[in-house]
């Protein structure tokens, strides 16, 4: 029966959701199944012998993960926490002054450090996105403010305790004693500094090398396996089988020894060279249509499109008209691309056979990695609409800027859509009885 319990009870972890301040008393009521408000009491009764209940709530802090919970404490629970935290200060200061004859100058800075540290911590230690120094990936004002005035509580608390009982003659061997601390602390934590960027370097040349070989992937799909289907069709026409593979070999060797910058810098002219390579290669007609133009933005001036995206852009829609080439059943294949101030979109339409979206795997090649995969690499959106014997839409939308994370979300769900995009989806779309959506998150 205790092992049962021991099972069911599993380790102690701290509130996430549910913390007034670290989530340590939460955590030890879940733990234990006992009412919070009788550990936050007993953490108050043991701050007055000597603070032994704040240092034990720090080293808890410290040295317990976090948990996993979301529910919101309420504002009574907090309001009553927060009177506890104060009671239990005031009870550490009362009694120590008390029996032990410590000065208020000493033990008030003290406190005003434990506050100050509790403050800086609990930024440190919420959940979301984190930047390199351990912040918040969006701080706030106020998690600006609480850090701020953590700092300062902690210097002025430090600064207090280690003046007070220094004359001001020898305030300069006082201040030389602490820049030889600080500098002896710095060369300690030089190891951990050194790991850190050890273990960030290696996670960066990690993501690269995968971000490689996804590249790599879409492109062979795209090229050579597309191009060895083709032959299989072909089989019967040796001259037909030869300029295939010729051809597939310039573009490789092409790809492999020069520069992968297209042809073109205008997204306008690539896409309608693509629309021509697509009608050579599978008998289709592929009829272009743009609204505006960008270029690519080779030299990073923030001009026009960023090389990756303007190649995501073409690599996908790329794809996607050879899908409806391959699949569709049809001779003619839209396509319609419209430049906005802050996104490209790009629209691949067939009136064809149509399909199921939600039946195709999540891991099928051309959709997962040359489409979507693509996309969302460089911060895009792709949609997929189709319903059988009425066709299907790709939708491709990718900004302008060469931004990261939420912001290019937050960006792009934003932007109203234009008349352009109004014409496109009355002239192209129809109501539709599959579509998914892919964030690009």
Do not use: C
Not at 177 to 199: C, D, E, F, Y
Not at 227 to 249: G, K, M, N, Y
Not at 290 to 314: C, N, Q, R, Y
């Amino acid at each position: 029966m205790g092992e049962a319990g021991e099972q069911v009870r599993g380790r102690l972890v701290r509130r996430s959701g549910g913390r007034i301040v670290g989530g340590v008393a939460g955590g030890i009521a879940d733990h234990l199944g006992v009412d919070v408000f009788k550990v936050r009491m007993a953490f108050v009764l043991l701050s007055a012998l000597a603070g032994a209940g704040i240092v034990a709530y720090a080293m808890l802090w410290i040295f317990t993960p976090g948990g996993a919970d979301e529910v919101r404490p309420s504002g009574q629970e907090r309001r009553q926490a927060i009177g506890l935290a104060l009671l239990g200060f005031g009870l550490s200061v009362a009694m120590s002054a008390l029996f032990s004859g410590t000065a208020a100058r000493i033990i008030v800075p003290l406190i005003a450090v434990a506050v100050g540290a509790a403050l800086v911590w609990r930024e440190y230690d919420a959940d979301g996105p984190r930047s390199l120094l351990g912040l918040p990936a969006k701080p706030t004002m106020v998690t600006w403010s609480r850090i701020v005035a953590g700092i300062t509580l902690i210097v002025a608390g430090l600064a207090v305790v280690v003046l007070a009982g220094i004359d001001i003659g020898s305030l300069g061997s006082a201040l030389l004693a602490v820049a030889v601390t600080l500098l002896g602390a710095g060369l300690l934590s030089v190891p951990l500094w050194l790991r850190m960027m050890r273990a960030l370097n290696a996670e960066r040349a990690a993501r690269i090398r995968n971000e490689e070989r996804e590249e790599i992937a879409s492109h062979l799909h795209d090229s050579v396996l597309q191009t060895l289907a083709l032959i299989q069709r072909q089989a019967d026409d040796p001259h037909e089988v030869v300029r295939l593979a010729r051809s597939q070999e310039r573009e490789l060797r092409r790809w492999l020894f020069e520069d992968s910058v297209p042809a073109q810098s205008s997204l306008a002219a690539a896409l309608r060279t693509i629309a021509g390579e697509v009608e050579d290669q599978h008998g289709v007609k592929v009829t272009p249509v743009t609204v505006g133009d960008v270029s690519m933005d080779i030299a990073d001036t923030g001009s026009g499109l960023p090389k990756e995206h303007f190649t995501a852009v073409l690599g996908a829609a790329r794809e996607a008209l050879v899908n409806a080439a391959k699949h569709a059943d049809v001779p003619v294949i839209d396509l319609f691309a419209e430049t906005e101030p802050h996104q490209v979109s790009v629209f691949v339409r067939d009136r064809g056979v149509g399909f199921d979206v939600d039946a195709v795997p999540a891991d099928r090649q051309g959709l997962a990695k040359s489409i979507r995969g693509r996309v969302e690499r460089r911060g895009g959106q792709v949609e997929i609409v189709s319903r059988s014997g009425r066709g299907t839409e790709v939708r491709i939308i990718m900004p302008r800027t060469d931004s990261g994370g939420d912001s290019e979300s937050e960006a792009a769900d934003a932007a109203p859509a234009g008349p352009a995009e109004a014409d496109i989806a009355h002239t192209l779309t129809q109501p539709s009885e599959h579509a998914v959506g892919v964030d690009r998150h």
